[in-house]
């Protein structure tokens, strides 16, 4: 069965203390990786997509990496503004319509 | 661009009501979708669109109905609302199926009481 686990569940950090949240996927053919930033209220803000193990993708302070098992989002020097849960998604092969959503990682970064 | 917009943001019904929740996009995409989000459950798909007059169950159907009368248009139809149908709402739009990523709109708080 598809799946898709994120960890930590939630992450506090204090401003410039970097870190990563992993999203580790379990998915027959995988035809994309998708990062997402959901602020509380808000609708998922996309972030990246990774299509292939061993690529790489900026934006700011987050960049996302992909392997044959997981994505990491590494956050470097976060700001409070990051503040957000970050989601994960997958599309696999055979059901290219649909999105596999993992639980979201929430991270609070102080100030 | 407005992008992906939902109407209404919010809305209370007792046990028994039906309503309709509408999603617009104005980004000419093919494919539309609807979600559900609930604590500790993620995003669940429930019901998705490859193109006008075209509509299709995902993970979670029941209870719910679509249409797809206009390309740009997704109407999330709940007959007999229940209590276990409260919850976030969220109508997402992608390109196709080679350009998969998905653009979601600001959500829908449905109360089922």
């Known amino acids: 069965e598809d799946q898709v686990t994120q960890s930590p569940e939630a992450l506090r950090l204090q401003e410039g203390e970097s870190s990563s949240l992993n999203c580790s996927y379990t998915v027959s053919g995988l035809r994309g990786l998708f990062w997402y930033r959901q602020d509380p209220g808000k609708g998922p803000e996309f972030l990246f997509t990774l299509y292939s193990a061993g690529e790489e993708k900026e934006k700011e302070r987050l960049k996302a990496t992909l392997t044959k098992k997981e994505s990491f989002l590494h956050i470097t020097a976060p700001k409070p503004e990051d503040s957000a849960t970050y989601l994960c998604a997958v599309q696999a092969e055979v059901s290219s319509y649909k999105l596999i959503f993992g639980s979201g990682t929430r991270l609070l970064v102080r100030p | 661009n407005a992008g992906v917009t939902q109407t209404p943001k919010f809305r209370v019904l007792k046990t028994g009501q039906s309503m309709t929740l509408l999603c617009a996009q104005d980004m000419n995409h093919e494919y539309m979708y609807w979600y559900r989000q609930d604590p500790g459950m993620g995003l669940r798909l429930i019901h998705y669109?490859?193109?006008?007059?075209?509509?299709a169950k995902g993970e979670v159907p029941d209870g719910y109905n679509v249409s797809r009368l206009k390309k740009q248009n997704f109407l999330l139809g709940l007959e007999s609302a229940a209590p276990s149908q409260t919850s976030v709402y969220f109508c997402?739009?992608?390109?196709?199926?080679?350009?998969?990523?998905?653009?979601f709109g600001p959500g829908t708080r449905l109360t089922v009481l």
């Open positions: 669109s490859v193109g006008e007059g075209t509509t």
């Open positions: 997402a739009s992608s390109y196709g199926v080679t350009i998969r990523t998905q653009y």
